[in-house]
């Protein structure tokens, strides 16, 4: 692992305005035409040396100052916007024109004496008029909590302009000497308070009071040691100056030491200021340094005797004010030049830390120079000069004793902190670490011990990447990597979960938080070995049965999807096998869930042996299970359907083998499976559709069987939905009808009966028989809606038929569950049969087949019941269900209906005329009346006739025909028979009652 290798700098914060600093030049003893004209200062320290040694009084003083412009209250610069930088330039280019320019002048003497009076005086004034505009305009423009600085110094500026311009009034409109003291003189004494304060304003304020205790003991430190000096150079001389008035005396001290307070409170506040916008504060301080040597130049002897306006010293002043007025504006264009870059180390800094923290040591130096000076030139010390050296000697003493004070307090502190620190690394469940650049651990904190079992000492000088299990070693290297890359500020930690090896040689599951730390890396880490395994555990649980451990549906679909994804998506052998245990319903009733619970286990551990190892056996929920059996790469489709449909046959008989239970039960099931095979750009929903589908097909053919899914199944499906959904509004729109069809008397062809039968006409005019609508009827709800209805209907048109004189009796086909559900309550059909005032035996119920779960018990007091109301019992589809006999035996019927699948093969069948001869002749000996249901050509009619049936309905008489044509045959009332022998009509009773015949004992 590596760390970073470079530092990245801090953005500039908002902007800070820094004063600047005046300088003072007189002008005295001048002599218009052939006089020399002077222009003296003490803008620092030499301006007061130089004027003391030239022996010559001075007059007063022209101002210069120069400042720089924070970068105004947007706060840290934007983005640049397009041309600034060339805007910047430009500006920087024509600043250095003008001043070059004016320099050149001076530097020729302006072609005339006039124009240079005019250009030393008045052009002085234009440019700190520009300079007092400049930072005005500024102030006023840029929202700003220096903005109060910016004015003072604008009010600064205009004071060394109105001063510049009274020296101009006297000597270039007047032509004459200017007095002293005069107005200018109070403009330029106005210069130095407002820059004074202004550099407090833009000066980083102290936040004790121990710290404004220091600034002034600074300011001090510095402006005495500058009088000292001044004084034994200079100032001592100008003081004892004679026969000068008190006013001019004042004014000769008043300038120097002006300058020297501001001279101290920029340098006693330089190294406090702001460290943003730093190309204006140069600036500034360029202006301020360039004023002050004009000045220092100005007061020397040699220059000041030959010195007139307008030479070229002038153009110094002049670049001065120029330089404050460009500060605030064009310095603040460049700064993000002065933005560092990752990368990039700050050396300013440390320097300039350095110079203020021997500023107090350079003062005192200072002040011990000028001492010096007056004991080498063999001069009396001045009083003055004592006792300003003392109090700079004192103000040192005391800076340093509060500073010996902080010193102490902040090692207090710091100790506190470091032990406070100390406390919570030792005390925390977290295992610290600091890793080096070159991945070496450097410190691991005591919890260590606790976490990986082994001591910090151990671990520190090993190599973090020996700790770590080298399948997770390549992650955490890389997320390494791409968070050194990232920026701090975007990103300044991660996480990384990783195994670590422990004392004891296991692998634990470690969380780190990692941070960075001097080039190196700090890891902040925590044992989550047991909400990893929790979270495995209950990832498993979410994806597995909770019974069988099987996978779940979830799970098996996301198999199933990606296998139809990955490297077998064009592999048509992959196959999804759909299982439903026939008969689980029942073990579960029989013997309870737990039992049943005991059988699913057993079941899903023989699925899971029966499928290889790359293949996926699931449970889906209840008793179906599925498998996902992923193809061999095999070209020829037909073979793998015959391996797949093998491999499913295998599985229905593996599931379909007896089941010991628990108690010594044994118990059988049968598997329906339906399989279906993975088709191009298949999904996974699809493909378990179609398996479910074909499953569906194998339940529907007999149970216990493999069906292949084929396209159509989807087909009849939709058709099956469709007519679903058309059927529950049919009802209510009127398609239903109500069709007849006679039930005739194969000795006499006369009509005993008609069975009514319900037709469904939709919309679209296609006619469904009931074998079509009802097996999509699986909405039990509409089921009884449509017997209720089939029951009124035929009940009313009997009524009206017996009416007119047709007595037949009416048919009607009910389900044994639908005879005890509550929906068809008993009283209803009293009601129904008193209200069309039918007579009795005019209703025959014919009970369809018999589900084993129907209670007999219940279903026989029913029937008893509806035939104390009158209505006969016909036991519907005798001879097909294995109920049958039992029904017979148990219930009070009145006729035998034979199922339609007997008398479909009983003229081709010698086997099928036997069973069905035999039936016949149980019917016969218990007094019962038979019906042959599905009679439909004249051979069936003499078989059935020679067996002794006594009626049959179908088409070898009639079809099912509506109420017009019913009543016609009604009054024809026969159907010729083949082959049959007239029998009158009294020697063959209608339909009756079979109240006499006894019921055979239960």
């Known amino acids: 692992m590596s760390a970073p290798g470079a530092l990245v700098g801090r953005d500039?914060?908002?902007a800070d305005g820094e004063?600047?600093?005046?300088?003072?030049?007189?002008?005295?003893?001048?002599?218009?035409?052939?006089?020399?004209?002077?222009?003296?200062?003490g803008g620092?320290?030499?301006?007061?040396?130089?004027?003391?040694?030239?022996?010559?009084?001075a007059a007063a003083g022209r101002s210069g100052r120069s400042g720089r412009s924070g970068r105004g209250p947007g706060g840290p610069p934007g983005p640049r916007p397009a041309g600034s930088g060339t805007t910047a330039n430009l500006a920087q280019v024509v600043l250095g024109l003008v001043c070059a320019a004016y320099a050149t002048g001076a530097a020729l003497g302006w072609g005339s004496e006039r124009l240079a009076l005019f250009m030393g005086d008045f052009g002085l004034s234009a440019a700190a008029l520009a300079a007092c505009v400049s930072c005005s305009l500024y102030a006023c423009v840029r929202e700003s909590r220096f903005r109060p600085a910016w004015l003072l110094f604008a009010f600064s500026s205009a004071m060394a302009a109105a001063g510049n311009a009274v020296w101009g009034w006297y000597e270039v409109v007047l032509h004459r000497e200017v007095p002293s003291p005069s107005v200018a003189d109070l403009f330029f004494l106005?210069?130095?308070?407002?820059?004074?304060?202004?550099?407090?304003?833009l000066a980083k304020k102290p936040v004790t009071r121990a710290g404004w205790v220091c600034l002034a003991l600074d300011a001090w430190l510095i402006g005495g040691s500058l009088l000292t000096l001044s004084w034994s150079l200079a100032l001592a001389h100008t003081a004892q100056f004679q026969g000068e008035s008190v006013a001019r005396a004042a004014l000769s001290l008043a300038y120097p030491l002006l300058d020297i307070v501001l001279v101290s409170m920029v340098l006693a506040l330089h190294f406090r200021r702001s460290h943003v916008n730093r190309s204006a504060i140069n600036t500034a301080i360029a202006a301020l340094a360039l004023t002050v040597l004009c000045d220092a130049l100005f007061t020397s002897p040699l220059l000041r005797e030959n010195y007139t306006s307008g030479q070229l010293l002038d153009a110094g002043w002049f670049a001065g004010s120029l330089l404050l007025a460009y500060a605030p504006w064009g310095a603040r264009r460049t700064v993000d030049a002065a933005v560092p870059v990752r990368?990039?180390?700050?050396?300013?800094?440390?320097?300039?830390?350095?110079?203020?923290?021997?500023?107090?040591?350079?003062?005192?130096?200072?002040?011990?120079?000028?001492?010096?000076?007056?004991?080498?030139?063999?001069?009396?010390?001045?009083?003055?000069?004592?006792?300003?050296?003392?109090?700079?000697?004192?103000?040192?003493?005391?800076?340093?004793?509060?500073?010996?004070?902080?010193n102490i307090a902040l090692t207090h502190e710091l100790a506190q902190k470091e032990n406070h620190f100390r406390s919570l690394v030792q005390g925390s469940s977290d295992v610290i670490m600091i890793a080096a650049p070159s991945g070496i651990l450097r410190y691991v904190s005591p919890a260590a011990a606790g976490v990986y079992g082994r001591e910090a000492e151990e671990l520190v000088g090993s190599e973090l990447a020996s700790l770590i299990h080298p399948e997770d070693l390549g992650g955490v290297v890389h997320e390494v990597r791409r968070f050194l890359a990232a920026s701090p500020s975007e990103e300044p930690t991660t996480r990384i979960e990783c195994r670590f090896r422990s004392g004891r040689g296991d692998w634990l599951n470690v969380e780190s938080t990692v941070n960075r730390h001097?080039?190196?890396?700090?890891?902040?880490?925590?044992?989550?070995?047991?909400?990893?395994?929790?979270?495995?555990?209950?990832?498993h649980n979410a994806e597995h049965d909770p019974l069988t451990d099987l996978p779940n549906r979830a799970l098996f679909t996301q198999r199933v999807r990606q296998a139809l994804a990955g490297r077998r998506s064009t592999d048509p052998g992959t196959a999804v096998l759909f299982i439903d245990l026939d008969g689980f319903k029942g073990v579960n009733d029989r013997l309870g869930h737990q039992a049943g619970d005991e059988l699913l286990v057993q079941a899903a551990r023989r699925l899971q042996d029966s499928v290889r190892a790359g293949d996926t056996a699931a449970r889906l929920g209840g008793d179906e299970f599925a498998a996902l059996i992923l193809g061999d790469g095999g070209r020829d489709p037909s073979a793998r359907e015959c391996q797949v449909h093998e491999i499913a046959d295998r599985l229905r008989l593996t599931l379909s083998q007896p089941y010991r239970l628990d108690g010594g039960n044994e118990v059988r099931v049968a598997a329906s499976i339906g399989v279906a095979f993975a088709e191009p750009d298949i999904s996974a929903g699809d493909l378990l559709r179609n398996a479910d589908l074909a499953m569906y097909r194998a339940k529907a053919a007999g149970k216990d069987r493999v069906e292949m899914y084929a396209p159509q199944m989807q087909a009849e499906v939709v058709r099956r939905t469709e007519l679903a959904t058309r059927l529950r509004s049919a009802l209510h729109d009127g398609e239903f009808a109500l069709?007849?069809?006679?039930?005739?008397?194969?000795?006499?062809?006369?009509?005993?009966?008609?069975?009514?039968?319900?037709?469904?006409?939709?919309a679209q005019g296609i006619l469904f028989t009931p074998a079509e609508f009802l097996r999509v009827a699986e909405d039990s709800e509409r089921t009884a809606e449509l017997g209720r209805w089939l029951l009124e209907q035929a009940v009313e048109q009997a009524a009206e038929r017996a009416g007119i004189g047709h007595r037949t009796p009416i048919s009607i086909r009910l389900s044994a569950r639908r005879l005890l559900d509550r929906s068809l309550p008993l009283g209803s059909v009293e009601a129904l049969l008193t209200r069309h005032a039918l007579p009795s035996g005019s209703l025959m119920i014919e009970l369809a087949d018999s589900d084993p779960r129907i209670s007999f018990d219940e279903l026989e007091q029913r029937l008893v019941a509806l035939r104390r109301l009158g209505v006969r019992i016909a036991l519907d589809g005798f001879g097909s269900g294995y109920a049958a006999i039992n029904a017979l035996r148990r219930l009070p019927v009145d006729v035998l209906k034979l199922d339609r699948g007997l008398v479909e093969g009983v003229v081709e069948s010698a086997r099928l005329r036997k069973i069905t001869s035999g039936l016949?002749?149980?019917?016969?000996?218990?007094?019962?009346?038979?019906?042959?249901?599905?009679?439909?050509?004249?051979?069936?009619?003499?078989?059935?006739?020679?067996?002794?049936c006594t009626h049959g309905q179908g088409m070898a008489f009639s079809g099912p025909l509506d109420e017009y044509r019913l009543r016609r045959a009604l009054v024809r009332n026969e159907y010729p028979l083949p082959g049959a022998v007239p029998v009158p009509a009294g020697n063959r009773p209608p339909f009756r009652s079979n109240t006499e015949t006894p019921v055979p004992p239960t």
């Open 12 to 14: 500039p914060a908002r």
């Open 920 to 948: 016949l002749r149980i019917a016969s000996d218990l007094g019962l009346q038979s019906v042959a249901d599905g009679v439909d050509v004249p051979e069936q009619v003499l078989a059935l006739r020679a067996m002794g």
């Open 343 to 406: 990368g990039q180390r700050l050396h300013s800094r440390p320097v300039a830390g350095s110079l203020a923290a021997l500023t107090p040591y350079l003062a005192a130096a200072v002040c011990t120079l000028g001492i010096l000076y007056n004991v080498v030139e063999g001069r009396r010390v001045d009083r003055v000069v004592v006792f300003t050296g003392c109090t700079v000697v004192l103000a040192l003493v005391v800076r340093q004793g509060i500073m010996l004070l902080d």
């Open 739 to 762: 069709l007849h069809q006679p039930v005739v008397d194969l000795a006499t062809g006369r009509i005993t009966a008609v069975a009514a039968q319900a037709r469904w006409r939709s």
């Open 44 to 57: 620092a320290t030499g301006g007061a040396a130089g004027a003391a040694v030239s022996g010559a009084p």
């Open 19 to 41: 004063g600047a600093e005046r300088s003072r030049s007189e002008k005295s003893d001048k002599c218009v035409k052939g006089t020399t004209s002077e222009k003296g200062g």
């Open 190 to 201: 106005l210069f130095a308070p407002p820059a004074i304060v202004g550099l407090l304003v």
């Open 518 to 539: 001097q080039g190196g890396l700090i890891f902040n880490s925590r044992d989550v070995t047991e909400r990893v395994r929790l979270q495995a555990q209950l990832q």
